[in-house]
Every structure is written in structure tokens, then in C-alpha cells.
T-cell receptor, first 113, second 113 residues
Framework: QKEVEQNSGPLSVPEGAIASLNCTYS??????FFWYRQYSGKSPELIMS????GDKEDGRFTAQLNKASQYVSLLIRDSQPSDSATYLC?????????????FGTGTRLLVSP | ETGVTQSPTHLIKTRGQQVTLRCSSQ?????VSWYQQALGQGPQFIFQ???????GRGNFPPRFSGLQFPNYSSELNVNALELDDSALYLC????????????FGPGTRLLVL
């Protein structure tokens, strides 16, 4: 079982729709969770971080965390063609003294005009 | 903008050679992590440096080594290059310290022939 799993996609949504990206993780002791966006040929860019169960909203983005189900999601409202990218879910591995991010393989999102 | 720079941007080497990749940030943050991202995969943690000492390491062989300098710039060295070392190498700074959120630089793309 992979430590962090994501559907590779592509997830295709029309402009203006809600895109829902999902991620599951295996380490029940994980404490912090991140979503990064990566455009083709570029480096990952932090979109959201979440540490507690529930929802966290930032503009058009909402991150949702359910530690009991070991599930993290990212909702993108009013999707735009510029949101087309690969979205990487990252989980902080349980370690002492340093943050080791464990990434999924990413979900490719395509937003069509 | 993270203020993180990496050099070179692209590099071609042949199998068996050695390579040094560099990372620096405008503000001189004391924590830097290195990741390897193969094509179609999520980044994989190589190691983290904090105040010039290796603070944690992932599942990479000893031919992957690093340094952090007093100005907090960092180097990743890879000896005896293998074809599978072809990847995007990312450094990430943690402005808040070793256990805090990481922000990635633009990366160095290495091709091993």
C-alpha cells in the first residue's frame, strides 16, 4: 500500500464548476497535510495546509481533513482554465525533529473553457 | 515568489559522473530540504539540513550527500550517477524551522545519459 494515494486523473471539469481532488494516507500518526499545485515543467507551489479535522477555506480553495478516515480533499470552486495543473497531496511523515513530506503521485486537473 | 534560487536550471551528465546542485534563498533560512522528483511521480524526500547539520534522511543511498553553509545556502552532491538519477531536483526552505511548512525552489532538471 502506498503511503499517500491519489487518483492520477486526468480530472476534467468545465470552467466555473467545482473540482474535487482526493487523497488518502496510510500513516495514522500524520499531523500535517498540504496541497501543492504543479504546472508542467515547474516546481510545486503551496496552495493549502491543514492540521485539524474539518474544513479550511482560502479564497476559491477549501481543504477538508478527516483523520479518522485518513482522508484529505481539496475543493476548487469556480474552476478556471488557469487551474489546469497537477495537484500534489503531501503528508508530514511522523518523525521527531524534522518535517519529511511524503507525496502522492498527483492528480492532473484539466479545466476546459 | 519564495526567493529561493537553484542552479543550474538544467544539466546533462553521463553515467558514473558526479554532480553538484546548489540552492540559496534571499533571506538565508536555516532549514533546507532536498527532494527528487522523477517524471510522473511525486517528490521524494532525500534529506534535510538544519543549521549546517543533516537533520533527517530519506531512503537514498550514501552517494547522495549534502552540505549547508554558514550563509544557509546548500549543495546536493550525487556520486556515481545512474540513469535512474534523471529527475527534477528540488530544494525547499522552511522559514519557520525544521518542522514547519516547506516552500520549493524552481528546481534543477538533471538528465543522465
Amino acid at each position: 500500500q502506498k503511503e499517500v494515494e491519489q487518483n492520477s486523473g486526468p480530472l476534467s471539469v468545465p470552467e466555473g464548476a467545482i473540482a474535487s481532488l482526493n487523497c488518502t494516507y496510510s500513516d495514522r500518526g500524520s499531523q500535517s497535510f498540504f496541497w501543492y499545485r504543479q504546472y508542467s515543467g515547474k516546481s510545486p507551489e503551496l496552495i493549502m495546509s491543514i492540521y485539524s479535522n474539518g474544513d479550511k477555506e482560502d479564497g476559491r480553495f477549501t481543504a477538508q481533513l478527516n483523520k479518522a478516515s485518513q482522508y484529505v480533499s481539496l475543493l476548487i470552486r469556480d474552476s478556471q482554465p488557469s487551474d489546469s495543473a497537477t495537484y500534489l497531496c503531501a503528508v508530514n511523515g511522523v518523525n521527531t525533529g524534522f518535517q519529511k513530506l511524503v507525496f502522492g503521485t498527483g492528480t492532473r486537473l484539466l479545466v476546459s473553457p | 515568489e519564495t526567493g529561493v534560487t537553484q542552479s543550474p536550471t538544467h544539466l546533462i551528465k553521463t553515467r558514473g559522473q558526479q554532480v553538484t546542485l546548489r540552492c540559496s534563498s534571499q533571506s538565508g533560512h536555516n532549514t533546507v530540504s532536498w527532494y527528487q522528483q522523477a517524471l510522473g511521480q511525486g517528490p521524494q524526500f532525500i534529506f534535510q539540513y538544519y543549521r549546517e547539520e543533516e537533520n533527517g534522511r530519506g531512503n537514498f543511498p550514501p552517494r547522495f550527500s549534502g552540505l549547508q553553509f554558514p550563509n544557509y545556502s546548500s549543495e546536493l552532491n550525487v556520486n556515481a550517477l545512474e540513469l535512474d538519477d534523471s529527475a527534477l531536483y528540488l530544494c525547499a526552505i522552511s522559514p519557520g524551522g525544521p518542522q514547519e511548512t516547506q516552500y520549493f525552489g524552481p528546481g534543477t532538471r538533471l538528465l543522465v545519459l
